[in-house]
């Protein structure tokens, strides 16, 4: 039987606002298998970021318990075998588009694998002809790709994109998602991808909605897969 990438069983955190403690997530009871493409909805300010942020191991939660079953200790989850990418911009302004992308592998040790892995990774994202760019060049467009094309690098276990086609107009974002799943199909990568665009949520095979910290239509990853 395959295990979960992740499990979380009642996960919540609370943020202190002003002295006064704000729910951004509550109960959130999942899983995340490998291969599963999911959509997490829900309107601005739902906690979407909140979960992602604790799903990476970025944060810690308040309450619940959240693990990794396939992946191993938290400690060793970014940047190789989890990808983020974030919903504000990220790219190191000093170092240039191909550097940017090279990151995860050399953070884990891989690098003789850069010069291909790098190129790949441009590729897939129609960016060799920014290599040599540095990120405040680029439109915000070009450097969401820029993100993902840093994501996939490493060839991670799951994905987690933060908006990643916010900055870009429809067609472009929708052309950006055609990319990432032409890439991971047949790939047992998950990916969790929150967004405000139904098309591209009805893209993925799994919807999650976020209303107010509350997590639904995650009820049937709950058992076995
Ligand atoms: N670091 C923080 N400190 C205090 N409150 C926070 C912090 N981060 C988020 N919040 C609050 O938690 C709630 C959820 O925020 P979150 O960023 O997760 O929403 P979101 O669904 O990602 O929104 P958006 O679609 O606008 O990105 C909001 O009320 C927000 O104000
Ligand atoms: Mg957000």
Known sequence: MTSPLVEANGLGRRY????????????ATLRIWPGQRIALVGRSGSGKSTLLHLLAGLDQPSDGSLTWPTLGPVESLLPEKIALVFQAPSLLDSLSVAENVALPLLMAGRAKDCADRVTFALNTFGLLSLADKLPQTLSGGQMQRVAMARAIVGEPQLILADEPTGQLDQVSGHALIDALLRHLAGSECALLIAT???VIAWRMETQWQMEHGRLSGCERSGGSR
């Open 196 to 198: 405000h665009d139904p």
């Open 16 to 27: 202190q606002q002003a002295g006064e403690a704000v729910v951004a997530l509550s109960s």
